[in-house]
Nanobody
Framework: QVQLVESGGGLVQAGGSLRLSCVAS????????MAWFRQGPGKEREFVAA????????NYADSVKGRFAVSRDNSKNTVNLQMNSLKPEDTAVYYC????????????????WGQGTQVTVSS
């Protein structure tokens, strides 16, 4: 079992930055690929970014490529999402997820989910 807790959300103006963190419980964090998904108001949940078990491979949605960066620190059981040049359309609840496969984009590829953290970008 892996429990995930996100933090770092908040209100930011367009063009600003936020850094989300997700801390995982359990001793097998380093075995899992980690991903970030988001769900905007009235929208389906969508893939944002993923990182493989050792940080050697990443995958990004086209909408965030070049603005967001995912990283992990296995010694701290933590995965981060650095979000720069934020846009109002980035407003969403952001979820951290853990799964056994490398940087896949599907929700069904991830077994464990956090509760989410709200990010609001004002124009």
């Amino acid at each position: 079992q892996v429990q995930l807790v996100e933090s770092g959300g908040g209100l930011v103006q367009a063009g600003g930055s936020l850094r989300l963190s997700c801390v995982a419980s359990g001793r097998t964090f380093g075995n899992y690929a980690m991903a970030w998904f988001r769900q905007g108001p009235g929208k389906e949940r969508e893939f944002v970014a993923a990182i493989n078990y050792n940080g050697g491979s990443t995958n990004y949605a086209d909408s965030v490529k070049g603005r967001f960066a995912v990283s992990r620190d296995n010694s701290k059981n933590t995965v981060n999402l650095q979000m720069n040049s934020l846009k109002p359309e980035d407003t969403a609840v952001y979820y951290c997820a853990a799964g056994p496969y490398s940087t896949r984009r599907g929700e069904s590829d991830y077994d464990y989910w956090g509760q989410g953290t709200q990010v609001t970008v004002s124009s």
